[in-house]
C-alpha cells in the first residue's frame, strides 16, 4: 500500500475507534434510544436519496438492519449509558467477530477452522477475565449489555451472509444506508415507551451543542465518510493488505477514552482485553486459502468472509464479501 493509502486506513481506525467516547459524550444531555433514533436519520437522509439500493430482498435488508442496526446499537448505547466505559467497550464489542464464528458454525454449517476455535476460546477466557475484574470494581449488567450488542452484531452478520449479498464493489455503504431505514422509527417508539414522552420532548427542546457534534460524528464521520474511504481501499487493495489495520480500533478507542474521561481500566480488565484481542486475532490474521467470517470495526452492517492468501479481516462497520476464484475475483459487501 502507498503511504497514502496506509495512512487513510490508519484514519478511519482513529474514527471508528473515538466513536464511542462521541457516543458517549452524545448521552450525556441525550437519551440513548432518542439519540439512537436521530443519529440513523442523520445517517439516512439525504443519504438515501443518492445510493443505489443494493440488490436484496426488503426482508433481508429489515433484518439485518434489525440485528446489525437497531439491536447492535440500542443495545450499546444502552451499554455506555449504563456506565460502561467508552474505551473497554470498542474492545469488548470485538466479540463480534468470535460470536460470528460460533454463530454461522450452528446456524450455517460453516466448519470453523482450527485457529477460529483457538481463537474462540482465548475470547471467551478474555471475556471471563475481563467480567471478573469488571465485578470487581462495578456492576456487571452494562458489561451484560454489551455483550448482547456483540451478539447482535454477530447475528447480523450472519444473516448478511445467509442473503449473500454479492451486490458489486461499493454496495457496502448502500446496505449500511438502506438497512438503516429500519431504525428511527422502532427506535423512537421504544424512546417513548421506556424513556418517556418528557425525556423526548425535553431533549429536542433544550438541544445542547454536544449533541449536534456528536451526531454529526457518528452518523457522518463514523458511518458514511469512515465506510466510504474504507471501501475505497478494499477496491484498490487486496482485502489481507487492509483489514488488519481494524486491530487499532480498539487501541484508538482506549487512548480516546482515557485522554477525555481519564479511564483506566482495572488491571483484570486489561489483561482480559488483551486476551480477547488475541482470540481475535487468531481467529483472523492467518494464513492459508481458508475462508474467515468476521466482523469489521465500528459500525453498521459488518461481515467479511474472505478466500485469499492470507486471509484476514477487521472488525467494526459494514463489510466487503470477497470471493476469489480460479481465474476472477467478485467483491461484494455486507
Known amino acids: 500500500m502507498r503511504r497514502r493509502d496506509t495512512a487513510l486506513a490508519v484514519l478511519v481506525a482513529l474514527i471508528w475507534g473515538t466513536n464511542f467516547v462521541a457516543i458517549r459524550t452524545g448521552l450525556d444531555s441525550v437519551p440513548p434510544l432518542l439519540f439512537l433514533a436521530v443519529r440513523f436519520v442523520v445517517v439516512c437522509v439525504p443519504a438515501v436519496f443518492f445510493v443505489r439500493r443494493p440488490g436484496l430482498p426488503w426482508r433481508d435488508l429489515a433484518l439485518i438492519g434489525l440485528f446489525t442496526s437497531l439491536g447492535q446499537f440500542a443495545l450499546m448505547y444502552l451499554a455506555l449509558n449504563l456506565g460502561m466505559p467508552p474505551g473497554l467497550s470498542s474492545l469488548v464489542l470485538q466479540a463480534q467477530v468470535l460470536l460470528t464464528v460460533v454463530i454461522a458454525s450452528v446456524w450455517l454449517r460453516e466448519k470453523p477452522s482450527t485457529a477460529q476455535r483457538v481463537g474462540v476460546a482465548l475470547g471467551g477466557a478474555g471475556l471471563v477475565t475481563i467480567a471478573v475484574g469488571r ?76 449533541a449536534v457534534l456528536s451526531t454529526a460524528y457518528t452518523a457522518y464521520l463514523s458511518s458514511l465518510v469512515g465506510y466510504g474511504i474504507w471501501n475505497t481501499l478494499l477496491s484498490r487493495h487486496p482485502v489481507a493488505r487492509v483489514t488488519p489495520f481494524a486491530m487499532l480500533v480498539p487501541v484508538f478507542g482506549m487512548a480516546a477514552a482515557a485522554l477525555v474521561y481519564d479511564e483506566r481500566p482495572h488491571a483484570l480488565e486489561l489483561v482480559g482485553g488483551l486476551v480477547l484481542l488475541a482470540g481475535v486475532a487468531v481467529a483472523v490474521l492467518r494464513r492459508g486459502r481458508r475462508e474467515a467470517t468476521i466482523g469489521l470495526p465500528g459500525e453498521v452492517s459488518a461481515l467479511v468472509a474472505v478466500d485469499v492468501d492470507p486471509p484476514t479481516g477487521p472488525t467494526g462497520e459494514p463489510a466487503d464479501l470477497v470471493q476469489t476464484t480460479r481465474g476472477r475475483t467478485t467483491t461484494a459487501t455486507g
Open 135 to 210: 465485578g470487581l470494581t462495578a456492576p456487571l449488567l452494562p458489561l451484560v449489555v454489551l455483550v448482547l450488542a456483540a451478539v447482535s452484531w454477530a447475528v447480523g452478520n450472519v444473516l448478511t451472509r445467509r442473503a449473500g449479498s454479492l451486490t458489486g464493489p461499493g454496495s457496502g455503504l448502500g446496505v449500511t444506508v438502506w438497512s438503516g431505514l429500519v431504525v428511527p422509527v422502532p427506535a423512537v417508539a421504544l424512546s417513548l415507551v421506556f424513556e418517556g414522552p418528557g425525556a423526548l420532548g425535553g431533549a429536542l427542546g433544550h438541544v445542547h451543542w454536544s
